[in-house]
């Protein structure tokens, strides 16, 4: 086995998402630990290019038409191919749409023992150590990862993506894999691609509000959104609201934050009746101050908001709407 | 057309969370379990589709205190089967040992499902997501955050979301495996009469599992509640009181 810290790149119509770069800032770290490389797998179909600032000491890349759009089976089978030859210390994956599933997959595919929810990874007297959020962020899990291959599907949160960057300008080196042709060929035929959508514009632009009001699942019903939209007015700043709220339809998919919707920058994010799942939260840290109302004293929006209110959000909302009237 | 359901019980996060003796895990008997969140999204995607085109729903769960619930309620909306996998889980069972425990019960099936549903995760595994691991036991295609899904002429499209509400439509060829995000319409809710009745008049089977294959998990050395480098600021009174503080709070950030 090589000491060796296997990032797998993640990126969708041909930009880098940033938790490849958070997940190169973490294998920096341990590769320094363990005396091994950073090696970046990069696959995809005319993406040399997005090689160059990844923060790598070598960036694999394996170039095939079957691979331009992300086929789970395909990229599964490359990585399968990948790792007969080799035994990393640990791949790091995104615990996200794409990375999720794989690192799944290749876990039963090669009998690699997996850790998710991975929040970071530490070394420890020789050993690696992991430490994983479950729980939507309410509780954290350590344990010692094994000294043989192991699996990791990672969440954002311990590292800066500036971390993971490099302006070295790396080339990619292709990797050529015998039989390739064929394993992907005969995926080709179980998966067509119709096409990507762009997310509607929508009426407001939720990244570039100074105020957002934010509900979560504590606002209950799609009526009581009125009060929430009434404090937004009164302070000239949005709605928005967290996946339950957009999954009902009580607002448009052009409001959603979070993981599988927009990451949001304002003065002040008030955070009303979100508990703070991980997936919510990974795309708030940029706000300025973060308020939270909640009635759950234990709920993990506590830890990350600056202020926080424990009441009925429905009993403060038109107070505090009608007191913003009157400053005005 | 068969449509498979294997869902899972997670701890209700609602519900205070207590750790275990052993420091290591959560506490079995004082958690409250309740169905995931995206499995109930699953077995909802499942009833929708055989309402389109008709089919037979099994809803597949291992046996947790409050497993008998989920299926009633699963039955009430529509499946057509529920299964009960009973064994000695106190131990602890991971998404590994779950899924090679679909697998066994597929394999002593004669007839294999069209269409295998699951959550795209499950809020308490921390070994991966169910889905993906039983595509690949068994060998099939998978699809993951999958938020819409059509059937026509045995073709399923879904709708794969990407971050920042990106999607991607993908028609695929069956038998295929699906992570569901979200289905078309949010789960129904069922009348107390309706479950009643599913009580009264359905049946769980159950199948009994062997010795648990726990590999492909990491153990534990510690749980514990995340101590937050900074807890939120408190900002105590009644109503009145903290709207009064809020504003000036809003007037102290410069946005009022
Ligand atoms: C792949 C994937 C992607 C995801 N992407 C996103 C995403 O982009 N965005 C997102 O938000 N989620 C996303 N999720 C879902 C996420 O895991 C959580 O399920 C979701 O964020 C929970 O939303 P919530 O906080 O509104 O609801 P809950 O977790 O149910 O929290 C509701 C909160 O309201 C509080 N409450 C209840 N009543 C009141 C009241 N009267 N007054 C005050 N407080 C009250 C409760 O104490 C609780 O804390 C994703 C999940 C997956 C698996």
New binding site residues.
Partial sequence: MSQDIYVFIEHVCGKTLDISYMMLAQAQQLAAASGGEVVAILLGHNVAGLASDLGADTVWYVDHPELEDFIWANSLAVLEALLARQSPRLVLFGD??IGSGLASGLSARLGLPLVGYCRQVFPNGGHFHYISQIC?GKMLVEGALPDSTALIAMIPGAFRIEQGKSDEKHSATPVPLDGLDEILARNAQKYIFKGYTEPAAGDVDITREKILVSV???I?SEDNLSLAQDLADALEGAVSG????IDQSWLPTSR??????KTVKPKVYLA?????????TE?ITGADAIIA????PS?P?FNLAKYGVQ????DLLPVLTDRVRAEK | MKILVPIQLVPD??EELVIAQDGKRLDLDATRWIIS??DDHAIEQAILLKEKIGGEVTVIAPDFEGTEDVLYQALAKGADQVVKLSGDFQSELNTHALARLVVHYLQTKSERPDLILTG??A?SSLDGSLGPLLAAYLDLPFVD?VAQTEIEDQKITVRKEYPGGLTADWSVALPVVLGI?AANTPPRYVPISKMRLAMKTGSIATEEVGELDLSGAVDSTRMYTPEADQRAQMIDGDVDQVAEKLVALFKELGVL
């Fill in positions: 996200t749409t939507g979560g699942r504590g209950q967290s996946r339950p709220i959603l934050v979070g993981k599988s919707g009303l009746g979100i508990s703070g799942a991980p997936e919510h795309a109302v909640n009635t759950d709920a929006i009441l009925d959000l429905l | 996060l609602v969140e995206f795209v995760q809020n955050c995000q």
